[in-house]
C-alpha cells in the first residue's frame, strides 16, 4: 500500500469515530435516566411500571436512530465504492509540491511497463501498454472510461523478442478520387503504432484499425449512449535500427515535426524521421546541477544525463516555460552512482563525469530551423531516468533538462521492495487539453506496479 492510499483510508474512516462516539454519548445519557428513574421508583413504587415503560421506549429509540445511521453510513460507503471511473475524484487525493494525484486505478503486477501511449484517434479513449521480458511481452489495450479495464491483449511476435517502448502516431497520404466527373485530391490518415525491441534491433509497425460498432445496450453510434470504440493492431512492417548503445528503449512521436525522438539508455535522444526511419540527427540529454552550499552561479556544473528511459512528448499549453522553471538536484539512488562513480568496464567518463559539457552537437540543432519549426515555448519531452522516481522535462531543442518532477512518494522505493514491484517507467498524456491554471494530467506506472496513477503536474 503506498503513502497516498493510506493517506486517503484514514480520511474515508474519519466519519467512523465521530460516529461511535455519538452513540457512545448517547448510551451513556439512556443509562442516566434509567438511574435516576431507580431512584424515583423505590420512593414510589407504584410509578416503577412507568418507568421502566419510558426507559424501554427511551433505548428503541436510540437503537433505531443508531441503526439508522449505521445504515446510511453503509449505503454511502457503497455509493462510494461503486462509482464508475469515468466520474473521477473532483479535488486531488493527494498534494505534492510537484504533483497532485486525481485517480489511482488497477495495473496488472505482471506486466513489466516498457511504455504508455494514448491512440492519436480523435474519437478514440484507449490507452495503450507496451510490456517487456522474453517470451512475455505484449501490447495491451486499456479503457481508461471503465476503470483502466483491459480490452485487448497483442502477443509480440516471434515469442522471444523483448519489447520496449511504443507510440501512437500517424502518416497523411495524398490520393486522388473522383467526385462529380472531378478529380479531387484528398488526405487519407492512417494511424499507427510502432514498438521497439531492446538487443535485436527490429522494430515493428502495427495499423490501428478502429472499429465504431453498437453500444453495449444494442444501439447504434450516434444515439444518446456513448458509442463502445473498439481498436485492433495489424503488423503492416518491421524494420531494422541502430543506437548509440545499441539498443532500443523509450520513443515518442512529434506530430509538429513529423518526427520520433527515441532513447537507448545512453544520454542520447536520437531524432527519426517517421516516414523514412533514418536518423537525422541526435542530442545529449544534459542537466546543470547547482552546489547548494553556495550561491554563486560560477559553482554549478553540466552533467550529461545517462539511462533516458520512456518518453512522452507533451504540450503544457503555458507561456515561456521551456528553458525556464525549477531544476533541481534529487536523491540518486545506488544503480546509478555504481555505474557513475566506480571503475571498470561500465564506467563512461565522458558520460557521467561533471564539468562542461561539449554542446556543439547541441548548438547546431538549435540552428537547424528543421529541428524546431513548430515548437512553442510550452511543447517539452517527458522523460524517465532508469531507477529513479523522477519525470524530468526535456527542451525538444536543446535538450536540455529544464525542469524535475519529484515523484518518490507516488509508489515509496521501501514499499515497492516488499511488494516485489520495480522502477517508475511509463507516461502518457490522458487525452485532456492542459492549460497554465490547471497544469498538464498525465497517466504513470511502473514496471509490475499493482496500480497506475493518474496525476497533475504544478509548475
Same mark, same amino acid.
Given at each position: 500500500?503506498?503513502?497516498?492510499?493510506?493517506?486517503?483510508?484514514?480520511?474515508?474512516?474519519?466519519?467512523?469515530?465521530?460516529?461511535?462516539?455519538?452513540?457512545?454519548?448517547?448510551?451513556?445519557?439512556?443509562?442516566?435516566?434509567?438511574?435516576?428513574?431507580?431512584?424515583?421508583?423505590?420512593?414510589?413504587?407504584?410509578?416503577?411500571? *412507568?418507568?421502566?415503560?419510558?426507559?424501554?421506549?427511551?433505548?428503541?429509540?436510540?437503537?433505531?436512530?443508531?441503526?439508522?445511521?449505521?445504515?446510511?453510513?453503509?449505503?454511502?460507503?457503497?455509493?462510494?465504492?461503486?462509482?464508475?471511473?469515468?466520474?473521477?475524484?473532483?479535488?486531488?487525493?493527494?498534494?505534492?509540491?510537484?504533483?497532485?494525484?486525481?485517480?489511482?486505478?488497477?495495473?496488472?503486477?505482471?506486466?513489466?511497463?516498457?511504455?504508455?501511449?494514448?491512440?492519436?484517434?480523435?474519437?478514440?479513449?484507449?490507452?495503450?501498454?507496451?510490456?517487456?521480458?522474453?517470451?512475455?511481452?505484449?501490447?495491451?489495450?486499456?479503457?481508461?472510461?471503465?476503470?483502466?479495464?483491459?480490452?485487448?491483449?497483442?502477443?509480440?511476435?516471434?515469442?522471444?523478442?523483448?519489447?520496449?517502448?511504443?507510440?501512437?502516431?500517424?502518416?497523411?497520404?495524398?490520393?486522388?478520387?473522383?467526385?462529380?466527373?472531378? =478529380?479531387?485530391?484528398?488526405?487519407?490518415?492512417?494511424?499507427?503504432?510502432?514498438?521497439?525491441?531492446?538487443?535485436?534491433?527490429?522494430?515493428?509497425?502495427?495499423?490501428?484499425?478502429?472499429?465504431?460498432?453498437?453500444?453495449?445496450?444494442?444501439?447504434?453510434?450516434?444515439?444518446?449512449?456513448?458509442?463502445? *470504440?473498439?481498436?485492433?493492431?495489424?503488423?503492416?512492417? *518491421?524494420?531494422?535500427?541502430?543506437?548509440?548503445?545499441?539498443?532500443?528503449?523509450?520513443?515518442?512521436?512529434?506530430?509538429?515535426?513529423?518526427?520520433?525522438?527515441?532513447?537507448?539508455?545512453?544520454?542520447?535522444?536520437?531524432?527519426?524521421?517517421?516516414?523514412?526511419?533514418?536518423?537525422?540527427?541526435?542530442?545529449?540529454?544534459?542537466?546543470?546541477?547547482?552546489?547548494?552550499?553556495?550561491?554563486?552561479?560560477?559553482?554549478?556544473?553540466?552533467?550529461?544525463?545517462?539511462?533516458?528511459?520512456?518518453?512522452?512528448?507533451?504540450?503544457?499549453?503555458?507561456?515561456?516555460?521551456?528553458?525556464?522553471?525549477?531544476?533541481?538536484?534529487?536523491?540518486?539512488?545506488? =544503480?546509478?552512482?555504481?555505474?557513475?562513480?566506480?571503475?571498470?568496464?561500465?564506467?563512461?567518463?565522458?558520460?557521467?563525469?561533471?564539468?562542461?559539457?561539449?554542446?556543439?552537437?547541441?548548438?547546431?540543432?538549435?540552428?537547424?530551423?528543421?529541428?524546431?519549426?513548430?515548437?512553442?515555448?510550452?511543447?517539452?519531452?517527458?522523460?524517465? =531516468?532508469?531507477?529513479?522516481?523522477?519525470?524530468?522535462?526535456?527542451?525538444?531543442?536543446?535538450?536540455?533538462?529544464?525542469?524535475?518532477?519529484?515523484?518518490?512518494?507516488?509508489?515509496?522505493?521501501?514499499?515497492?521492495?516488499?511488494?516485489?514491484?520495480?522502477?517508475?517507467?511509463?507516461?502518457?498524456? *490522458?487525452?485532456?487539453?492542459?492549460?497554465?491554471?490547471?497544469?498538464?494530467?498525465?497517466?504513470?506506472?511502473?514496471?509490475?506496479?499493482?496500480?497506475?496513477?493518474?496525476?497533475?503536474?504544478?509548475?
Amino acid at each position: 500500500m503506498s503513502y497516498n492510499t493510506t493517506n486517503q483510508m484514514n480520511r474515508n474512516n474519519r466519519t467512523l469515530p465521530l460516529s461511535s462516539s455519538c452513540r457512545g454519548k448517547g448510551g451513556m445519557a439512556v443509562a442516566s435516566l434509567l438511574f435516576i428513574l431507580l431512584l424515583l421508583s423505590w420512593r414510589q413504587p407504584s410509578s416503577l411500571t *412507568t418507568s421502566i415503560i419510558f426507559v424501554a421506549s427511551a433505548l428503541a429509540i436510540d437503537t433505531s436512530s443508531s441503526s439508522s445511521r449505521s445504515s446510511a453510513s453503509s449505503t454511502t460507503n457503497q455509493q462510494q465504492q461503486q462509482q464508475p471511473s469515468s466520474s473521477p475524484p473532483t479535488s486531488p487525493l493527494y498534494k505534492s509540491h510537484d504533483y497532485h494525484l486525481l485517480e489511482i486505478v488497477p495495473h496488472s503486477s505482471t506486466s513489466f511497463t516498457q511504455g504508455l501511449t494514448l491512440s492519436t484517434i480523435s474519437s478514440s479513449s484507449i490507452l495503450y501498454e507496451g510490456t517487456g521480458l522474453n517470451y512475455q511481452s505484449q501490447i495491451l489495450q486499456h479503457d481508461p472510461r471503465q476503470n483502466m479495464k483491459t480490452l485487448e491483449r497483442r502477443v509480440v511476435e516471434p515469442r522471444h523478442l523483448f519489447g520496449e517502448g511504443i507510440a501512437c502516431y500517424y502518416v497523411d497520404h495524398r490520393r486522388l478520387s473522383d467526385s462529380d466527373s472531378e =478529380v479531387v485530391e484528398e488526405v487519407v490518415r492512417e494511424h499507427r503504432l510502432i514498438q521497439l525491441t531492446w538487443k535485436d534491433n527490429i522494430g515493428m509497425i502495427y495499423r490501428i484499425i478502429n472499429h465504431h460498432n453498437r453500444n453495449d445496450n444494442g444501439t447504434e453510434a450516434g444515439s444518446e449512449e456513448p458509442p463502445t *470504440t473498439t481498436e485492433s493492431l495489424e503488423l503492416i512492417d *518491421t524494420f531494422k535500427f541502430d543506437t548509440h548503445t545499441g539498443e532500443g528503449w523509450g520513443i515518442t512521436f512529434v506530430p509538429h515535426t513529423k518526427e520520433f525522438y527515441v532513447s537507448d539508455g545512453s544520454e542520447y535522444i536520437h531524432v527519426w524521421d517517421v516516414e523514412t526511419l533514418v536518423e537525422k540527427r541526435r542530442m545529449a540529454v544534459t542537466l546543470e546541477r547547482g552546489d547548494e552550499s553556495s550561491s554563486s552561479s560560477s559553482s554549478s556544473s553540466t552533467v550529461r544525463l545517462k539511462y533516458v528511459n520512456e518518453l512522452e512528448f507533451v504540450d503544457f499549453n503555458s507561456k515561456n516555460k521551456c528553458g525556464g522553471g525549477d531544476v533541481k538536484d534529487w536523491d540518486i539512488h545506488d =544503480v546509478y552512482l555504481e555505474q557513475c562513480q566506480g571503475e571498470g568496464d561500465e564506467y563512461d567518463e565522458q558520460t557521467c563525469s561533471s564539468g562542461t559539457t561539449n554542446t556543439a552537437t547541441n548548438e547546431e540543432c538549435s540552428n537547424d530551423e528543421n529541428n524546431h519549426t513548430g515548437f512553442t515555448s510550452s511543447m517539452s519531452i517527458l522523460a524517465n =531516468v532508469w531507477y529513479q522516481d523522477v519525470l524530468i522535462r526535456i527542451d525538444p531543442v536543446t535538450a536540455k533538462v529544464t525542469r524535475v518532477y519529484d515523484l518518490s512518494d507516488i509508489y515509496p522505493y521501501e514499499q515497492r521492495k516488499k511488494d516485489g514491484a520495480d522502477c517508475l517507467n511509463g507516461i502518457s498524456v *490522458t487525452g485532456k487539453e492542459s492549460n497554465e491554471e490547471e497544469g498538464l494530467e498525465l497517466w504513470v506506472t511502473g514496471k509490475l506496479w499493482p496500480k497506475m496513477y493518474r496525476i497533475r503536474l504544478i509548475d
